[in-house]
């Protein structure tokens, strides 16, 4: 029987479901299944365990990672661009970073928090190349990291994010971005 791929993206879409709203301890390999409407046995076909959904998550995000990175590369103000994608918009990317921010603070969350690691270097290092200032592009990974999190926690206000983020881009303008 061939591999269905978008039977393995169901489930971890379901994964990654239960991850956000519940908890690992909640994603179990049954209730993944229940909740992709797959049976256990079809399930561990294409995941063999629990720890294989993790891998399958941990290979997801870094693939859509590496889409953002290429993206960001082929813009013509990198750190605009940045800034301007760093607000949460419950996309497929968001909702793998969220469900890996929940593995990576277990104590076995290791390689959630390397998978995390990668992709903020690769973000750091293509600005640094742009810019060609380390420094400042791990200060503007900063701001990204800031404009997320106020983002997703409903902190930036919708009706002044956009007069916000104008005010972020040019302190980081001012800085020398």
């Known amino acids: 029987m061939a591999r269905d791929g978008s039977t393995r ?7 990654v479901a239960l991850l956000i709203e519940e908890g690992e301890r909640a994603a179990t390999v049954q209730a993944v299944a229940d ?11 294409h995941f063999g365990s629990k720890a294989d959904l993790e891998a399958g998550l941990i290979e ?4 859509f990672g590496a889409e953002d990175v290429e993206a960001l590369l082929r813009a013509d103000d990198i750190v605009e661009a940045f800034l301007r994608s760093s607000i949460a918009v419950d996309s497929g990317f ?7 921010v929940r593995l990576a ?16 270097d690769a973000y750091a290092s293509a600005i640094a190349e742009r810019l060609g200032d380390e420094e400042l592009a791990h200060a503007i990974v900063l701001m990204s990291d800031g404009i997320y999190l106020r ?3 409903g902190a930036l206000d919708p009706a002044r994010a956009e007069a916000e983020l104008e005010s972020i881009l040019a302190i980081a303008r001012r800085l020398g971005a």
């Open 9 to 15: 993206e169901l489930l971890l879409d379901a994964y």
């Open 35 to 45: 909740r992709a409407g797959v049976s256990k046995g079809g399930l561990l076909y």
């Open 60 to 63: 997801r995000f870094l693939a």
């Open 94 to 100: 968001d909702r793998a970073t969220v469900a890996l």
């Open 105 to 120: 603070q277990l104590p076995t969350g290791g390689p959630a928090r390397a998978a995390m690691q990668r992709i903020d």
């Open 151 to 153: 983002s997703a926690m």
